[in-house]
């Protein structure tokens, strides 16, 4: 088995500053992939300080709108190319350090995102550094990355080793500012990552160590975070959780829940976390059958005792399904989308779930005909 890694993880108070030297030898100019957000703040001088005062010259590209799609990644390309930049950093959610990876695919072997959806060749790529300003996406430890096609209105799942950052970097201050409906889904999308990881076809001794911390610190610090933004415990847990969940994914891949997640998201418009998180409760109960010892793992983890495998299992979901209330997850209906156009695109969004792959990583493996219901279920 393989356990694969980002080349190099900074973590902890200062850990931006003190990446300096490290970001330094990556190369003269920087592609600086962000989330509009952190111009808006002024948090992204955090970084250009740094380029700034070790001499390399930078561009930042912040036209990642949503999550991102082909067509903002083709922007990237070309902007990279007529810049001359020679590494990439991604500082944002993940959609910015998916996007850093899918430009850094494109501006060194060509082609369009929809080439690389078969599995990305062994290749050479710019060097990339991530930087996560949010606790949940796990990109920054991942060899995927994940883009919309416009055209067919499908997410593409595009993996590969190339595409794992040279450098991840793990500041927790960047979340501090986190609102708290982002704290909810980024938190909620990592309990997603560590819970799949676990309970995967794929999983492993090293993957089940990374996924059952990650469970036990979200499970004590995601409510806190939520609550109290402010709270810099909670936030730096929540920080090492979501690298955790992230590398858990990375080497056993996530499940039905993700598989079902992705459409939702390329026909309505959701952000990932949150369309992982409307799924959860109800993905989680049709798996448990399939796995309940794993499942039961996790329950005793976070201190459910006393009970048989079966309880304890059944026991845990109800506590996953706690979380999700505590963070306040919308419905479907209340975020806006209609029920017309959700039911007759459930077939569609069962046939794009079962084709990427992910339901079959599950214990329980389901049909079409089971993923259609599921998918009704969330009325």
């Given at each position: 088995?393989e356990?694969?890694?980002?080349?190099?993880i900074?973590?902890?108070?200062?850990?931006l500053t003190?990446s300096?030297?490290?970001?330094?030898?990556f190369g003269?100019?920087?592609f600086?992939?962000?989330?509009?957000h952190?111009?808006k703040s002024?948090?992204i001088?955090?970084?250009t300080?740094?380029?700034?005062?070790k001499?390399i010259?930078?561009?930042?590209?912040?036209?990642i709108t949503?999550e991102p799609?082909d067509?903002m990644?083709?922007e990237?390309v070309r902007l990279?190319?007529?810049?001359?930049c020679?590494?990439?950093?991604?500082?944002?959610g993940?959609s910015?350090?998916?996007?850093?990876?899918a430009i850094a695919?494109l501006?060194?072997?060509?082609?369009?995102?929809s080439d690389y959806m078969?599995g990305?060749?062994?290749c050479?790529?710019p060097p990339?550094?991530a930087?996560?300003?949010t606790a949940g996406?796990?990109?920054e430890?991942?060899?995927?990355?994940i883009i919309t096609?416009?055209?067919?209105?499908?997410k593409?799942?595009?993996?590969g080793?190339?595409?794992?950052?040279?450098?991840s970097?793990?500041d927790?201050i960047?979340?501090?500012?986190?609102?708290a409906?982002?704290t909810?889904?980024?938190?909620?999308?990592?309990l997603?990552h560590?819970i799949?990881?676990?309970?995967?076809r794929?999983?492993?001794m090293?993957t089940d160590?990374?996924?059952e911390?990650?469970v036990?610190?979200i499970?004590?610090?995601?409510?806190k975070a939520?609550?109290?933004?402010s709270?810099?415990i909670?936030r730096k847990?929540?920080?090492?959780?979501a690298?955790?969940?992230?590398?858990?994914i990375?080497n056993?891949?996530v499940t039905i829940?993700h598989?079902m997640?992705r459409?939702?998201g390329?026909?309505?418009?959701?952000?990932h976390?949150?369309?992982?998180?409307?799924?959860?409760?109800?993905?989680?109960?049709f798996?448990?059958?399939?796995?309940y010892?794993?499942f039961?793992e996790l329950?005793?983890?976070?201190?459910?005792?006393g009970l048989?495998?079966?309880e304890?299992a059944n026991?845990?979901i109800?506590e996953?399904?706690n979380?999700?209330?505590?963070?306040?997850v919308?419905?479907?209906?209340?975020?806006?989308i209609?029920?017309h156009?959700?039911e007759?695109?459930?077939?569609?969004m069962?046939?794009?779930?079962?084709?990427?792959?992910s339901?079959y990583?599950t214990m329980?493996?389901?049909?079409?005909?089971?993923?259609?219901?599921?998918?009704?279920?969330?009325w």
């Amino acid at each position: 088995m393989e356990f694969i890694t980002p080349g190099k993880i900074i973590y902890g108070d200062n850990a931006l500053t003190n990446s300096a030297d490290s970001i330094a030898c990556f190369g003269k100019k920087a592609f600086v992939v962000a989330g509009r957000h952190l111009l808006k703040s002024g948090e992204i001088k955090r970084l250009t300080d740094i380029l700034e005062n070790k001499n390399i010259d930078y561009i930042i590209y912040d036209n990642i709108t949503g999550e991102p799609t082909d067509l903002m990644i083709n922007e990237g390309v070309r902007l990279y190319k007529e810049n001359k930049c020679d590494f990439l950093i991604g500082i944002g959610g993940g959609s910015p350090i998916d996007s850093m990876k899918a430009i850094a695919l494109l501006s060194e072997n060509g082609g369009k995102c929809s080439d690389y959806m078969g599995g990305v060749p062994e290749c050479k790529l710019p060097p990339m550094v991530a930087v996560p300003t949010t606790a949940g996406t796990g990109s920054e430890a991942t060899v995927s990355t994940i883009i919309t096609d416009t055209g067919t209105r499908t997410k593409m799942l595009i993996k590969g080793a190339a595409l794992m950052p040279d450098v991840s970097i793990i500041d927790a201050i960047f979340t501090y500012s986190c609102p708290a409906n982002v704290t909810a889904a980024t938190g909620l999308d990592a309990l997603t990552h560590a819970i799949e990881a676990y309970t995967s076809r794929r999983a492993g001794m090293l993957t089940d160590i990374a996924a059952e911390s990650a469970v036990k610190r979200i499970f004590k610090y995601l409510p806190k975070a939520y609550r109290d933004g402010s709270n810099e415990i909670a936030r730096k847990e929540m920080a090492i959780a979501a690298l955790e969940a992230g590398i858990a994914i990375c080497n056993s891949s996530v499940t039905i829940v993700h598989g079902m997640s992705r459409p939702i998201g390329a026909l309505f418009h959701v952000p990932h976390g949150l369309s992982n998180a409307m799924l959860l409760p109800t993905c989680l109960k049709f798996a448990v059958s399939g796995a309940y010892d794993k499942f039961a793992e996790l329950g005793r983890a976070v201190g459910i005792t006393g009970l048989n495998d079966i309880e304890t299992a059944n026991r845990f979901i109800e506590e996953v399904e706690n979380i999700c209330k505590i963070c306040e997850v919308v419905t479907p209906a209340e975020y806006g989308i209609d029920r017309h156009e959700f039911e007759i695109n459930i077939e569609k969004m069962a046939d794009d779930a079962l084709a990427s792959g992910s339901p079959y990583n599950t214990m329980r493996v389901p049909d079409k005909k089971e993923i259609m219901e599921l998918y009704g279920q969330l009325w």
